[in-house]
């Protein structure tokens, strides 16, 4: 069955600290691999995806993420957390370019000052 | 581009009215998305179309639930009659490589 799972419902860090999200997915074929953030009352921003080659991919805001094909991960990471990045996190996983989207249930990062 | 675009963003209606929701998509991107989240259910996928065919409705809630693309730059997903369980915000999104979303469509049926 094709998921993805987001172990981490909630996770508190403090501003300046550095971040990881994880994210484990399922799918029977090569997988289109994607990171979104929600700030509250906003859509879904794209973060970061990957599709292939270098499996440490880069994105916005100072994010990035590392395709870990053996571990079945996609893990999002930012080495230092700034307050503006509180929001909510999904992990998505698709089949290509026109496929569905399979999303996780989210993570929801608070950053104290 | 002015990314998707939905229409209205916000929405107040009492229950048993019909309720329609527009979204514009990205010019050129060939699939696009209906997903409603609530804090219960998550984000959920309702329909989705691929050169404005309908491929995959399994998560459309009833038939009270119905979407339309009419042509590549218009949908719409329409209640009828709405009840106040279908309180929720509406995402569109379109996809050529990548899925973009809308904004969101805010819905409240008292």
């Known amino acids: 069955a094709q998921s993805v799972t987001q172990p981490d419902i909630h996770i508190t860090v403090s501003e300046g600290a550095s971040l990881e999200l994880r994210c484990n997915y399922s799918y029977g074929a090569t997988p289109y691999l994607f990171w979104y953030v929600q700030s509250p009352g906003q859509g879904l921003q794209l973060l970061l995806k990957?599709?292939?080659?270098?499996?440490l991919v880069q994105g916005i805001k100072g994010f990035e993420a590392e395709f870990k094909r053996s571990q079945s991960s996609f893990n999002l990471r930012k080495p230092s957390v700034h307050w503006s990045d509180a929001a909510e996190y999904f992990c998505a996983v698709g089949g290509g370019n026109t496929d569905k989207l399979i999303f996780g249930t989210g993570t929801r990062l608070q950053v104290f000052p | 581009d002015a990314g998707v675009i939905q229409s209205p963003r916000h929405e107040v209606t009492e229950m048993g009215q019909e309720v329609t929701l527009r979204c514009k998509p990205i010019s050129g991107h060939n699939s696009l998305f209906w997903y409603r989240q609530t804090m219960m259910r998550g984000l959920e996928l309702l329909i989705y179309f691929n050169n404005n065919v309908p491929i995959d409705d399994s998560g459309m809630p009833e038939d009270r639930f119905s979407a339309k693309m009419p042509n590549a730059s218009f949908s719409t997903l329409k209640i009828q009659p709405s009840e106040p369980r279908d309180s929720a915000v509406y995402f569109c999104?379109?996809?050529?490589?990548?899925?973009?979303f809308g904004p969101g469509t805010r819905l409240l049926v008292l």
């Open positions: 990957y599709f292939s080659g270098d499996t």
């Open positions: 999104a379109s996809s050529g490589e990548t899925q973009y």
